[in-house]
């Protein structure tokens, strides 16, 4: 099992910035992707960005230019960078872990979500 920590959100005026930080917690060896998803109030959740443990990034197109993906494979802990916010971007923001390699070598192949932290962008 693997559990997730986000922590970062908060409120913001458009323009402004954050910084997210996800922290995943067990026996783990290596989690080969790292990500966040985003879920504004009624609406479906989507993909922000990804990043692999070869440091491969993805980006909805929404979010290119002004979001930045990383990691840290040693503390098994990925950042999400929010620069240039705006209202649109108000959404619970997720961390996703897709795929875990335990320190036992054996592989899971489930997704495991973060609770979510809130990203409020308002004047």
């Known amino acids: 099992q693997v559990q997730l920590a986000e922590s970062g959100g908060g409120s913001v005026q458009p323009g402004g910035s954050l910084r997210l930080s996800c922290a995943a917690s067990?026996?783990?060896?290596?989690?080969?992707?790292l990500g966040w998803y985003r879920q504004a109030a009624g609406k479906q959740r989507e993909l922000a960005a990804t990043?692999?443990?070869?440091?491969?990034?993805n980006y909805a197109d929404s979010v290119k230019g002004r979001f930045t993906i990383s990691r840290d494979n040693a503390k098994n802990t990925v950042y999400l960078q929010m620069n240039s916010l705006r209202p649109e971007d108000t959404a619970v923001y997720y961390c996703?872990?897709?795929?875990?390699?335990?320190?036992?070598?054996?592989?899971?192949?489930?997704?495991?979500w973060g609770k979510g932290t809130l990203v409020t962008v308002s004047s």
């Open positions: 990043i692999t443990s070869g440091l491969i990034t």
């Open positions: 067990g026996s783990i060896f290596s989690i080969p992707t």
């Open positions: 996703i872990a897709a795929g875990v390699y335990y320190t036992n070598y054996t592989f899971d192949a489930s997704n495991y």
